[in-house]
């Protein structure tokens, strides 16, 4: 009776939220699973531009978010979420992409350090995604590799940025710099007040897909409901895999082949699992 109840409470809340957003035409708008729900819309409604967005709503009452790295090598988000047997799958956190292996930042899984690597003061790596075992991720500023080396061992850390929005207020960021002001495709997450996560995902580096600067992007998820939210890596990493969907499940259009289908995918160090 509980997980009927809060299953047709969701949709409800998504309908809610697709309003703040009624501009938007939504070219997919389905519910994948309890808890799990997934939005497309390719667009010329934002920005003066063509924009080709994917948000995947997710309930984390009735699913799981939990991150999976490689520390040798590196494997696309579909291969990600394949292996991990996941329902969806986005790309997560930077990466040594010269040396083939490794997070490019602080790395903490379920209690096991990754990756120390110290990022104190970077202006881009200022921030901090926290998923619990259970429970609404948490994204806050960084704070010392120590603090989270002490943290609960049920907890995952990753040391990621900016910071887009905290308490629904956009946050500063250094609008001189290239990866801030000019368009790219980006990942990003952010959580809502109704206690929801959203995986987001915006194409770019081609005609039909623009991207967005990051001020842009936090615009964007205030009209999703956003609270607070964290950009993730992007480029030619950013990534959503659906299981079962065509195109081996890769849903956007990853651009590192510079075309506008799904067939250029980058292979990442970690990415974010739903299940």
Not at 128 to 150: D, S
């Amino acid at each position: 009776m509980h997980f009927q109840s809060k299953f047709r409470l969701f949709p409800i809340l998504l309908l809610l939220l697709s309003s703040a957003c009624a501009s938007l035409h939504w070219q997919h708008n389905q519910v994948l699973a309890p808890g799990l729900h997934w939005r497309h819309s390719h667009t010329e409604q934002f920005f003066q531009s063509k924009q080709n967005i994917h948000v995947l709503a997710v309930d984390p009452q009735q699913r799981r978010l939990e991150l999976a790295f490689e520390t040798d090598t590196f494997l696309t988000t579909s291969q990600f979420g394949q292996n991990g047997q996941a329902l969806a799958a986005m790309n997560a956190g930077f990466f040594k992409i010269r040396e083939g292996r490794g997070s490019a930042t602080y790395l903490r899984v379920n209690g096991q350090t990754i990756d120390d690597l110290p990022a104190p003061g970077h202006p881009r790596l200022n921030g901090a995604l926290v998923l619990p075992a259970r429970g609404l991720p948490r994204i806050e500023y960084a704070q010392p590799n120590a603090v989270y080396n002490a943290a609960p061992a049920d907890e995952t850390v990753l040391v990621t940025g900016p910071v887009l929005l905290l308490n629904g207020q956009s946050q500063a960021m250094d609008s001189t710099s290239e990866f801030i002001s000019h368009r790219h495709p980006r990942s990003c997450l952010c959580t809502t007040s109704r206690g929801e996560a959203l995986l987001v995902t915006v194409d770019g580096r081609h005609e039909e897909a623009q991207g967005m600067s990051l001020f842009e992007l936090a615009d964007l998820l205030k009209k999703l409901r956003c609270r607070n939210a964290i950009n993730l890596d992007g480029g030619g990493s950013t990534t959503l895999w659906i299981n079962g969907r065509p195109d081996n499940g890769v849903v956007n259009c990853p651009s590192d082949n510079r075309k506008f289908d799904h067939l250029g995918e980058r292979a990442v160090g970690n990415v974010i699992l739903v299940r």
